[in-house]
């Protein structure tokens, strides 16, 4: 099956924001599609070829409807060009590898966009679960909250951190798969929060975050710094995404675990 097969339409007439969304769709049918070829394929060799599907897919379509933009992705060498150029797309291909290749339906695509400082677009297609969030029709919060804070925490490698944070503001932990899906819980009203402080990259949260902010989200790093993209160093290792009046409570918890000498 040809990688590039989706056509995305006329690039002159599609803006930022709905080319997000329409990468991130096509994306997501590439690897829909790999996982009905073969259902009892090796979990392995599944993920090793999504991956490859997906950024062959975005690639040439970025290079079709964006030639003079700049790309940083998880699943691409990283030249250094970018951190020069004024517009950068920033994508994971396939974000919850692990969980591709089980079968499961919490796993992402991701694709934003970086333009002089800043995230100005950005979509995550949650293939398997049916549907994307992005910033061409900004997602309207939900916020069906019970009594306890609910924070979106991995299902196979829960960080201490965030399990000591839940204690300290009696929360609950939801694990679910990957960044892209943990965040986008958030909008969803499944979790109220998503914090992460065990390591990750620029293309793990930037669609994310550009969705969340465009959708009224807080959004920050742990010490409640702004998230900074295209930088030289692509690591950015921790975030919060949480309703703004969680913000608060949750950045002073963090404070509060830090000064009692507790690693993020």
């Known amino acids: 099956m040809p990688e590039s097969r989706v056509i995305l339409g006329d690039p002159t007439t599609m803006n930022d924001h709905a080319l997000a969304r329409r990468l991130a769709d096509s994306a997501g049918e590439v690897l ?4 009905a070829e073969d259902p009892s394929a090796d979990p392995a060799a599944l993920r090793a070829e999504g991956d490859r599907r997906s950024q062959a897919h975005l690639a040439d379509q970025l290079s079709r409807h964006r030639p003079g933009d700049a790309v ?13 150029a004024s517009r950068v797309w920033i994508i994971d291909p396939l974000d919850g590898t692990r969980e591709f290749g089980e079968g499961r339906a919490d796993w992402a695509v991701h694709v934003a966009l970086w333009e002089d400082g800043d995230l100005v677009a950005g979509a995550v297609a949650r293939p398997a679960m049916g549907s994307t969030l992005a910033t061409d029709a900004p997602p309207v919060p939900r916020a069906d909250r019970g009594e306890r804070i609910r924070l979106a925490v991995s299902r196979t490698r829960p960080p201490a951190f965030v399990t000591r944070l ?3 503001l009696d929360a609950e932990l939801v694990p679910m798969g990957s960044a892209g899906v943990k965040a986008t819980a958030v909008l969803d009203g499944t979790v109220d929060a998503y914090v992460h402080a065990g390591g990750q990259f620029e293309w793990d949260s930037a669609a994310p975050v550009a969705v969340a902010r465009a959708a009224g989200l ?11 993209y295209n930088r030289t160093d692509p690591s950015l290792p921790d975030l919060v995404i949480c309703h703004p009046d969680l913000a608060d409570a949750i950045l002073t918890a963090i404070r509060e675990l830090t000064l009692e000498g507790d690693p993020a």
């Open 166 to 168: 839940a204690e300290k």
């Open 218 to 228: 807080h959004t920050s790093r742990i010490d409640g710094s702004p998230l900074v």
């Open 72 to 84: 940083l992705s998880e699943e691409a060498k990283d030249d250094g060009m970018r951190v020069g």
């Open 32 to 35: 829909l599609d790999l996982r």
